[in-house]
């Protein structure tokens, strides 16, 4: 059976970003942070206040442009992150090779996000149609099981995302559909779970942290020389950027967990 090492994957993401630096940061900048300041500066205040404290009983209303911009920006993301892990998986290939594999491969990953995302909705209904049962037989009852189907499916979607998180990797590396390319990443993850959330999270507080002091940092310098608006959007340029780094990082991590999840003769062909 395959094991995986987070410590192994890490010194070998060090290794390869220290050696392939130039042409992972910027497919990064260009597909990862770009796109995401560019639809942070497009958020209307009214859903950014919203965004900072949301509360379920006023959601403010979301334009069409924006909503377009937002599933845009997702795609592009999609897109960038597909080029990354065709950097980190296929040694050699150029950058104008990964970005048209990814291209070519893009679908897929859609079709993807398509079904999970009927599964989930189908997950949600079902659980709110026990709850309208529920209520015709009593009110209280029906709270307590709706709040306990909530989490129920709250937990599953966790879930289903740790299992999944190879799905990228398995979609950029073969030539599988849809529902082969989700069975293939569930697959490799059986008996990860645990170890793949832990790594999960600290990637996640790490970026949050280093993010945040360079948000602030540079935010009060870009104040100093441009006031309010100069803070906001050297705050921003700064986040973005250190996110970027540790997006990279973390995905050719995951590139060579991906790698040591498969079965040895797969593996050492591109080794």
Not at 196 to 219: D, E
């Amino acid at each position: 059976m395959a094991t995986m090492s987070i410590g192994k994957a890490w010194e070998e993401a060090v290794a390869f970003v220290s050696r392939e630096a130039t042409l992972l940061f910027p497919v990064a900048l260009l597909f990862g942070a770009l796109p995401g300041l560019i639809l942070q500066e497009m958020t209307p205040p009214e859903l950014q206040a919203w965004f900072a404290a949301p509360k379920a009983d006023t959601i403010p209303a979301m334009p069409a442009g924006f909503g377009l911009a937002m599933l845009l920006t997702i795609i592009l993301i999609w897109f960038g992150s597909l080029a990354l892990f065709a950097l980190a998986l296929r040694p050699g290939i150029s950058v104008g090779e990964a970005l048209r594999l990814s291209f070519a491969r893009l679908p897929v990953l859609i079709g993807t996000a398509l079904v999970v995302v009927g599964a989930v909705a189908a997950v949600l209904v079902a659980a709110a149609l026990v709850g309208v049962v529920l209520s015709l037989a009593s009110k209280q009852l029906a709270a307590a099981i709706g709040l306990l189907l909530g989490f129920v499916a709250v937990g599953l979607v966790f879930f289903a995302s740790i299992r999944l998180v190879l799905l990228n990797p398995v979609v950029i590396d073969g030539r599988a559909g849809v529902m082969d390319s989700l069975r293939r990443a569930w697959t490799l993850t059986r008996g990860y779970f645990w170890r793949l959330f832990g790594f999960l999270m600290i990637v996640m507080l790490l970026s949050t942290i280093a993010g945040s002091a360079a948000q602030l940092i540079i935010g009060l310098l870009g104040g100093l020389i441009a006031g309010a608006e100069g803070a906001r959007l050297a705050g921003g340029i700064a986040g973005a950027a250190v996110s970027s780094i540790v997006q990279v990082y973390m995905l050719v991590m995951l590139a060579r967990l991906y790698r040591q999840a498969q079965p040895q003769d797969v593996a050492d062909v591109f080794r």
